[in-house]
C-alpha cells in the first residue's frame, strides 16, 4: 500500500481548497466511481489499497509514522520550519519518496532557503523553480494590472512574481543582503578578532568577526543547541585561543555552575572578556547595529560572509510585534542578531547629544 499526501498549512484550508478540486480530478479522469472517499478524515482510497491523503500542518501529531510515496507541501512558506525535516522527511524514507514544496514566498525563511538549495549543484537530488502568476494562465492581465493599481510594489512583487522580500516591520531594516553579504578573504590574518555572544541554551549562539576601524566583518558562527557556556567557551577557545568576547551582560550574574558565572567559564578558558556592567536598553544596541549596517550617510560599515547563514536569517527574520517590541515568538530567531549586537554596541555606541541649556537673564 503507498500513500501520497498533500500537506496544507491547516486542515481547514485542506479541506475546503484542496478536496474538492482533489475530488474533481479524479471524475475528470474518470476514477470517481471507484474510489472510497472517507469525508472525516479527507482520504481517497484506491481498489489496489494505494491512498490519497489530504493533512494541515497545524495537527503535527497526525502527521507522524506512516511511509510515503509521494508528498506535497502546499504554501510551505507558512508552515513551522520543523515540520519538513523532523517529521515529512522521516516518512520518505521508506519508498525513497518525492516531495514537492509549493506556494508564495513569504520573505527569506526556510522556504527561501529550501529554494536556493534547489539552485545549488552541490545539491543534485534537489531543483527549484519560480513561476510569476500571469505564466499560469488562469489570470488575466487586466486583472494583474488592476493589482499593481492596488497594491505596494513589495507586496505585489511577491503575491504575483513570486519574488522573495524582506519581511515588512523588520527589526534590523537597514540591513540589505546585496550590500552586506561580502566576502573578505583580504582581511584573513589582518585585523584583530571579536566575538558576540548570547547565552541562550536552546540556542546559544556566537559570532566571529575582524574589527575594523570603524566596523566589523563578521566572517563565522557558533550555534549550538541544548548545550551550555561549558561547550561554547571549549569551542571557541579551541577555534580562536584568548579571542576578545562581549558576550550578553547578564552572564555576569547569570551562573552556569554552582559556583561559576557564565564569564568567569568564559575567561577560565583563556577568553578576554569585555562588556557593560549591565546590557543598554535594546533600542539602542539595535540603533547601533542599524547604524552600521547603512547608515543616514550611505555608509556601509559592517558587511558579513555568506557562509554565516544564521547571522544572515536573523537580520532578514527579525521582526516587531504590534506594539513595536521585538517578537520573540519564533524560538530559533533573534539569538544571532543579540549576540552581533552585544559587541557592536561596545565598540560603536550610538552618540548621545544633550541639548544645550541657554540661561535667560
Same mark, same amino acid.
Given at each position: ?11 481547514? %484550508? ?23 472517499? *472517507? ?5 481517497? &482510497? ?17 502527521? !507522524? ?30 519508498? %525513497?519518496?518525492? *516531495? ?16 536556493? $538549495?534547489? %539552485? ?6 534537489? #531543483?527549484?523553480?519560480?513561476?510569476? &502568476? ?5 489570470? &488575466? ?7 499593481? $493599481?492596488?497594491?505596494?510594489? +513589495?507586496?505585489? =512583487? ?73 561547550? #561554547?567557551? =571549549?569551542?571557541?577557545? &579551541?577555534?580562536?585561543?584568548?579571542? =576578545? /568576547? ?7 550574574? =547569570? ?21 557593560? +556592567? ?28 555568506? *557562509? ?8 532578514? +527574520? /527579525?521582526? !516587531?510585534?504590534?506594539?513595536? *517590541? ?9 539569538? #544571532? ?15 548621545? +547629544? ?5 540661561? $535667560?537673564?
Amino acid at each position: 500500500m503507498r500513500s501520497r499526501w498533500l500537506v496544507a498549512p491547516t486542515y481547514k %484550508q485542506a479541506k475546503l481548497i484542496a478536496w474538492p478540486i482533489m475530488k474533481k480530478m479524479h471524475k475528470d479522469w474518470g476514477w470517481f466511481h471507484h474510489i472510497n472517499y *472517507s469525508e472525516s478524515e479527507l482520504t481517497a &482510497t484506491f481498489p489496489n489499497g494505494h491512498i490519497h491523503a489530504l493533512h494541515g500542518a497545524d495537527n503535527e501529531d497526525r502527521l !507522524r509514522g506512516v511511509g510515503l510515496d509521494r508528498v506535497v507541501l502546499e504554501e510551505y512558506a507558512f508552515m513551522k520550519p520543523h515540520v519538513w525535516g523532523e517529521i515529512i522527511r522521516p516518512m520518505l524514507s521508506d519508498y %525513497q519518496g518525492e *516531495s514537492l514544496r509549493i506556494g508564495t514566498p513569504d520573505g527569506f525563511n526556510h522556504f527561501y532557503d529550501h529554494f536556493v $538549495r534547489g %539552485q545549488d549543484k552541490n545539491f543534485p537530488d534537489w #531543483m527549484s523553480w519560480q513561476y510569476k &502568476t500571469i505564466e499560469g494562465g488562469y489570470i &488575466t492581465e487586466a486583472e494583474i494590472e488592476a493589482a499593481k $493599481r492596488d497594491m505596494d510594489a +513589495r507586496t505585489f =512583487r511577491q503575491e504575483y512574481e513570486a519574488s522573495f522580500e524582506t519581511a515588512t516591520n523588520r527589526v534590523y531594516d537597514a540591513f540589505d543582503r546585496s550590500r552586506n553579504v561580502v566576502s573578505r578573504d583580504d582581511l584573513k590574518g589582518k585585523l584583530p578578532l571579536i566575538a558576540g555572544m548570547d547565552f541562550n541554551v536552546s540556542k546559544m549562539t556566537c559570532a566571529v568577526g575582524y574589527q575594523l576601524v570603524d566596523g566589523i566583518h563578521w566572517f563565522d558562527e557558533i550555534v549550538l543547541r541544548d548545550s551550555n557556556t561549558f561547550d #561554547m567557551a =571549549r569551542q571557541l577557545s &579551541t577555534r580562536y585561543p584568548r579571542i =576578545r /568576547v562581549v558576550p550578553d551582560a547578564s552572564g555576569g550574574a =547569570r551562573r552556569s555552575s554552582a559556583t561559576k558565572t557564565d564569564h568567569q567559564i568564559l575567561r577560565d578558558h583563556g577568553l578576554n572578556v569585555m562588556c557593560h +556592567r549591565a546590557n543598554p536598553p535594546e533600542k539602542d544596541r539595535v540603533n547601533a547595529v542599524n547604524g552600521l549596517w547603512f547608515n543616514a550617510a550611505g555608509k556601509v560599515r559592517m558587511t558579513v560572509d555568506p *557562509s554565516c547563514v544564521e547571522i544572515i536569517s536573523d537580520f532578514e +527574520r /527579525v521582526t !516587531r510585534k504590534s506594539d513595536g *517590541s521585538i517578537d520573540k515568538s519564533d524560538m530559533d530567531r533573534t539569538h #544571532m542578531s543579540d549576540a552581533v549586537g552585544y559587541p557592536v554596541e561596545y565598540l560603536f555606541p550610538i552618540k548621545k +547629544r544633550g541639548a544645550l541649556a541657554i540661561p $535667560r537673564y
